[in-house]
C-alpha cells in the first residue's frame, strides 16, 4: 500500500554487485564559494564478479556538468539528468576525467560541500558525495584517494584531507594548493576536505608498536581553550582499543575538526573525523559534566570506527548497524572502563544505566510505532532517516549479547577473526555473525533473528518454589505482545536471549547456583540462561530457602521482563540485590508502577496519594552512604513523563506531569530535610574538578537542589540556587541553578531571580554559542503554567536575533527542546503545540531535510495518544503532509499515517 504512495523504496533484497568498480580517484578542487570547479579522475573497469552493462550510470546530484574525457580525449556519450551522470558503450577499463561544478554557498542542507563560518567542510555520509562529483556513491565500491586543493591562501590558510599531506605550496594571484594521499581504499562516503581559517592543538603520541603519530584538533580560533578534553579523550581512545582490541592507529596523522554547522554529532571520514563544536569544545566554565562525558564518548565513538567502519566497510546501507552497533557497543565499553576500569561493577553500572534509560525511552517507542524496523531493516526510502535508535542503541545491544555469551576473551576471539577475514573488505551482518560463531565454534543460526525481527520481545517470567524438594523452577515465555505493525509483519519465532540471574536469599545475599543436572553449584552467582524456545523451564536445586529472583541482571537482553513484584520485594531488591544495575531497576519498577496508577487516577480527575512505604523506600537511598553519589543520583531520578506516557494504554501527557510532579513535591516535602543535608554534604569547593566522583557529587547535589525547588515554599531553594548561580565556577552547576530558578518560578508564572538569572547568563555567555544553546533549551524545557504557557516564550524566542533556524544545533536548542523534550506543554489540549510544529517542519524542510525530518518524527506516536490529542496531531501531520518536498520527511509523515 505504501509503495504505491513512495514509488521508490529500496529492498535489501535487490541488492546487486555494482557493475564496474574504480580503483584510484584523484580529485582537484578550485574551492570558491558559489563557484566550486571539481575535476575527477578516476581509473575505471568492469566488475568481473556483475553481469555486464552496456552503459555506467555515476550518481550526482545538485550539480552542473561540464565534461568529460575518457583516456585523456573528450567523450561526447556522457549525459547528464538530475540524478546523475550516464555514459554510453564505454570500454572495459580506462581512464575517466569528468569536471563539474557545485555552490557550498548556497547548501544549506549541509550535506555534500558547504560553508560554515566561511570555511568549508564536507559531510558525505551517506549519500554526500555525489553532491560533489560524480561517482558510483555506494560503500561497496572502495578506491584510494588523492586530493589536491587549491584556494585563496589569505581566506582559505588551513587546506585538509584525509590521509597524509603529499605536497603544499603557493600558486599565482594569492592562491596557495595541498595535495593529499589517503593510503587506504575507501568507501566515497569516507572522503572528507575542510579548508579555512583554523587552528589546531597538536599532541605527538607512540603508538604501540613505538611508530610516533602526529593528533591534531582544528577549531576557529577563540575556541583553542576548549580542545584539551577532545585531545585527552583521543588519546585514552587509542590507548584503549590497543589494549581492549589490539588494534592500533593505521596513519601517522589523525585530525578532529570541529565546525558549528553539523547535521548529527560527527563524523568518522577517514583520518579527518569532523565534528560538531558540540561533541569537541569544553572547559569547565562552558560544559557541563554530561557535556565532557558525551565528548569522551563520541570522539571515542569516531575514532573506533576507524577499524570498525573504515578497515572493514558496510556492503549496502541495509548493514548499516555492522559498523554503527558495533561502534557504539564499543564506544560504551570505553566510557565503561573509563569510569570504572574493569573491575569497578558499581561505576561501570552507572553508564550501563544511563545507556539503557536511553534506549528504553527511544528505541522502544521507535519500535512501537510506524518507523519500526528491524536492526538490519529490510526496505528505505531516504537512507537518512534509518540513523536510528534501532541502528545504533539495539544494534549495541545486540553485539553486547555476544560478549555476554561468549565472555570478553570470547567476543575478542570473533572481533580477531572478523578482522583477519574481512580487513579491507565491504561486509555484511552475516559476515560478522559467522566470525563470531566460528571463533567460539558455535552454531548463531537463530541469533539472526536478532538482525531480522523487529519489535521489543517480552518475557513473561513465572516461577515455583518445592520446599520438600529444595527445587525452585523459572519458566521464561517470549513473545512481542500487542507489536506495532510495522513490526509485527517481520516477527517468525523465538530469539536467543541471554537472560542473566541471580537469586536472592532471606539475608539478602545472594545463594549459589546449581542447576538441575550439574554435579555442583557454580563459583558466580550470576547465570546466563541460554533461552532458545518460546517457553523453557530452568530448574535450580539444592535451594535451601525460597528465593526473590533478580531478573535480566545487568540488563542482558533488550527486551522487557515481566513478573510479579510486590512493592516490598521491590524495595528489597533496591536495597540488597548484588547487581547494581538490578538494584536501580527495582527503584524504577516501583516508581513507574506508582506513578502509572496516579497517572491513571489525574487521568480521572481522582485525588492522588502516594504510599508511605514508597517514600521510605527512596529515603533509604538517599541517606545509603555505602551508595556512591553517582548512582543515589540515578536511583531518585523518576521516570521521564516522555517513557511514562508511553507505557500507559492511552498516552496522556498531562496527567503524567500531574502525578510525576505530584510524587516530585511530595518527595521533596516529606524528605525536606534530607534533602538538604545532602545538598549540604555533596557540594564540591575548590577548584573544577573533571573526575566521575566529583560530578557524582555535583549530580546527587543538584538533583537535591531541583527537588527542593518542588517545596511549596520555595524561598530556601531559591536562595540556595541564586547563591549557587553566582559563585559557581562550572557550567554544571550554573546551568542546574538556573534550572531550579526557572522551575521554582513556574507556578507564579516567573520571578525576579529567575529573570536576572537569564539575563546574566545571556550576557555572561554571548559569544559562546554552544552556551546560548544551553540558554534556549532551558527556557524551552521549563515547566511552564497556565498564567505563561512555555510556548508563548518558544514563539517570542523565535525572533530572538540569536535565534537562526539554518544552525541546526540551535533549531534543536529551541524548537526540538519543545517539541521533544517538554511533553507536557507541547501536546497542550489546544493544539498551539502541534500547529508550532507543522509550521516548523514546513520551514525547515526548505533549508535541511535531515533535520526537519527528525523532527517530524516527534509526533510518530500520535496514535497512541488520548483522541483529542490524536486529532489534533493528525491534522497537524496531514497540513505537513500536504506542503512538504523533500523525500526525507515525506517518508515519515507518509508512514506515520498510513
Ligand atoms: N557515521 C556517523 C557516526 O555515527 C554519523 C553520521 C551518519 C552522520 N550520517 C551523518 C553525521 C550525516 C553527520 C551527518 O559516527
Ligand atoms: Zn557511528
Redesign the pocket.
Known amino acids: 500500500m505504501a509503495d504505491t504512495a513512495t514509488p521508490n523504496v529500496i529492498r535489501r533484497a535487490d541488492y546487486a554487485p555494482p557493475a564496474f568498480l574504480i580503483d584510484t580517484v584523484a580529485l582537484e578542487f578550485d574551492l570558491v564559494p558559489e563557484r566550486t570547479v571539481v575535476r575527477n579522475t578516476m581509473r575505471v573497469r568492469r566488475n568481473p564478479d556483475a553481469s555486464r552493462a552496456a552503459h555506467l550510470e555515476l550518481m550526482g546530484e545538485q550539480l552542473e556538468f561540464v565534461g568529460a574525457q575518457i583516456d585523456g580525449l573528450p567523450f561526447a556519450n556522457a549525459h547528464a539528468h538530475e540524478h546523475g551522470l550516464l555514459l554510453d558503450n564505454v570500454p572495459d577499463n580506462f581512464e575517466l576525467t569528468l569536471t563539474s561544478v557545485c555552490n557550498p554557498a548556497a547548501n544549506t542542507t ?2 555534500g560541500l558547504y560553508v560554515s563560518g566561511g570555511n568549508f567542510f564536507t ?1 558525505c ?2 549519500e ?1 558525495f555525489r553532491r560533489i562529483t560524480y561517482f558510483l556513491d555506494r560503500p561497496d565500491v572502495m578506491a584510494t584517494f588523492t586530493v589536491t586543493l587549491r584556494a585563496s591562501k589569505a581566506d582559505y590558510p588551513v587546506l585538509l584531507s584525509n590521509g597524509n599531506l603529499l605536497e603544499e605550496g603557493d600558486l599565482p594571484d594569492g592562491r596557495h594548493f595541498a595535495r593529499w594521499e589517503d593510503p587506504f581504499r575507501k568507501p566515497s562516503y569516507l572522503f572528507a576536505l575542510v579548508a579555512g581559517k583554523l587552528v589546531a592543538l597538536e599532541e605527538r603520541v607512540k603508538s604501540g608498536s613505538g611508530k610516533e603519530k602526529l593528533l591534531q584538533v582544528w577549531v576557529e580560533p577563540h575556541d583553542l581553550d576548549k580542545t584539551r578534553h577532545a585531545m585527552d579523550s583521543l588519546i585514552h581512545s587509542i590507548r584503549w582499543d590497543e589494549e581492549r582490541f589490539g588494534l592500533e592507529l593505521d596513519l601517522d596523522r589523525f585530525m578532529i575538526v570541529a565546525v558549528s554547522d ?7 571520514n577517514k583520518g579527518l573525523n ?1 565534528f ?1 563544536t558540540k561533541y569537541v569544545l569544553a572547559n569547565p566554565e562552558t560544559a557541563t559534566d554530561t557535556d565532557f562525558a558525551n565528548i569522551e564518548a ?1 570522539v571515542g ?2 575514532y573506533f ?1 576507524n577499524w570498525t ?1 573504515n578497515r572493514v566497510t558496510c556492503r549496502d546501507w541495509f548493514q548499516l548497524s555492522l ?2 552497533g558495533l ?2 557497543f564499543r564506544d560504551q565499553e570505553f566510557s565503561a572502563d573509563m569510569a570504572g576500569g574493569a573491575t569497578d561493577e558499581a561505576a561501570r553500572a552507572t553508564k550501563r544505566i544511563e545507556d539503557v534509560r536511553v534506549l528504553r525511552q527511544m528505541q522502544f517507542a521507535e519500535d512501537a510505532g510506524p518507523m519500526a524496523h528491524p536492526v538490519r531493516p529490510e526496505s528505505y526510502v531516504e537512507i ?1 532517516n534509518f ?1 536510528t535508535m534501532t541502528v ?1 542503541e539495539k544494534g549495541s545491544e545486540v553485539v553486547r549479547m555476544y560478549q555476554t555469551l561468549f565472555g570478553r576473551d570470547g567476543f575478542r576471539k570473533g572481533m580477531d577473526l572478523y578482522f583477519k577475514r574481512h580487513d579491507g573488505q565491504a561486509v555484511t551482518c552475516d559476515d560478522f555473525r559467522h566470525a563470531l560463531a566460528d571463533a567460539n565454534g558455535r552454531d548463531l543460526a537463530q541469533f539472526e533473528r536478532w538482525y531480522s525481527q523487529a519489535g521489543t520481545p517480552r518475557v513473561s517470567v513465572r516461577t515455583r518454589y518445592d520446599a520438600a524438594q529444595q527445587r525452585y523452577s523459572v519458566t521464561l515465555r517470549q513473545g512481542y505482545g500487542d507489536a506495532a505493525p510495522a513490526a509485527r509483519e517481520t516477527q517468525k519465532g523465538p530469539l536467543l536471549i541471554p537472560f542473566a540471574i541471580g537469586l536472592i536469599g532471606k539475608d539478602g545475599n545472594d545463594l549459589p547456583l546449581r542447576l538441575e543436572g550439574e554435579t555442583k553449584a557454580s563459583a558466580v552467582t550470576t547465570r546466563v540462561l541460554e533461552f532458545t524456545q518460546t517457553e523453557q523451564t530452568f530448574t535450580f536445586v539444592d535451594v535451601a530457602e525460597e528465593p526473590l529472583p533478580s531478573l535480566l541482571r545487568n540488563f542482558s537482553a533488550p527486551v522487557i521482563v515481566e513478573y510479579d513484584y510486590s512493592a516490598d520485594q521491590l524495595a528489597f531488591l533496591l536495597a540488597h540485590d548484588s547487581d547494581p544495575f538490578n538494584r536501580w531497576e527495582a527503584g524504577q519498577r516501583l516508581a513507574t508502577r506508582e506513578l502509572m496508577t496516579l497517572a491513571g487516577r489525574a487521568a480521572t480527575g481522582v485525588a492522588l496519594q502516594l504510599d508511605d512505604s514508597v517514600v521510605a523506600a527512596f529515603a533509604r537511598v538517599l541517606t545509603d552512604e555505602t551508595l556512591s553519589p553517582a548512582f543515589r543520583e540515578l536511583a531518585l531520578m523518576l521516570p521521564s513523563e516522555a517513557y511514562l506516557a508511553e507505557q500507559m494504554a492511552e498516552s496522556n501527557p498531562a496527567a503524567v506531569h500531574a502525578a510525576r510532579q505530584f510524587v516530585r513535591k511530595r518527595l521533596a516535602n516529606a524528605l525536606r530535610h534530607e534533602w538538604l543535608n545532602v545538598y549540604e554534604q555533596h557540594r564540591t569547593p575548590g577548584a573544577y574538578e573533571a573526575t566521575p566522583e566529583a560530578g557524582g557529587h555535583r549530580a546527587l547535589k543538584n538533583l537535591a537542589l531541583s527537588y527542593l525547588a518542588e517545596l511549596d515554599d520555595p524561598a530556601e531553594a531559591v536562595r540556595l540556587a541564586s547563591a549557587q548561580y553566582d559563585a559557581a565556577n562550572n557550567m554544571t552547576d550554573r546551568a542546574a541553578a538556573l534550572s531550579a530558578l526557572l522551575n521554582a518560578a513556574a507556578a507564579n508564572g516567573g520571578s525576579a531571580e529567575a529573570q536576572q538569572a537569564l539575563d546574566d547568563f545571556y550576557r555572561r555567555f554571548e559569544k559562546e554559542p554552544l552556551v546560548i544553546d544551553k540558554w534556549f533549551a532551558l527556557q524551552a524545557t521549563q515547566r511552564g503554567s497556565a498564567q505563561r504557557p512555555v510556548i508563548d516564550i518558544v514563539r517570542k524566542l523565535m525572533t530572538h536575533p540569536a535565534f537562526n533556524l539554518k544552525n541546526p544545533n540551535r533549531a534543536r536548542s529551541l524548537i526540538f527542546s519543545f517539541c521533544a523534550a517538554n511533553p507536557a506543554q507541547f501536546h497542550a489540549e489546544d493544539g498551539a503545540g502541534y500547529a508550532f510544529w507543522a509550521d516548523q517542519v514546513i520551514a525547515l524542510d526548505a533549508i535541511n531535510p ?1 533535520v526537519a525530518a527528525r523532527l517530524a518524527r516527534s509526533l510518530e506516536l500520535w496514535r497512541r495518544f488520548t483522541p483529542t490529542l490524536r486529532e489534533g496531531m493528525r491534522a497537524a501531520l496531514e497540513k505537513v503532509a500536504s506542503r512538504v518536498k523533500s523525500r526525507d520527511v515525506r517518508e515519515i509523515v507518509e508512514k506515520a499515517l498510513a
Request: glycine share 10%.
Open positions: 549541509l550535506s559531510q555520509e551517506a554526500g553539523f547535521n548529527m554529532g560527527a563524523m568518522e569532523i560538531n563520541v565513538h569516531e570506527h567502519g559498523k554503527e561502534t557504539v537518512n540513523y545504533y535531515q
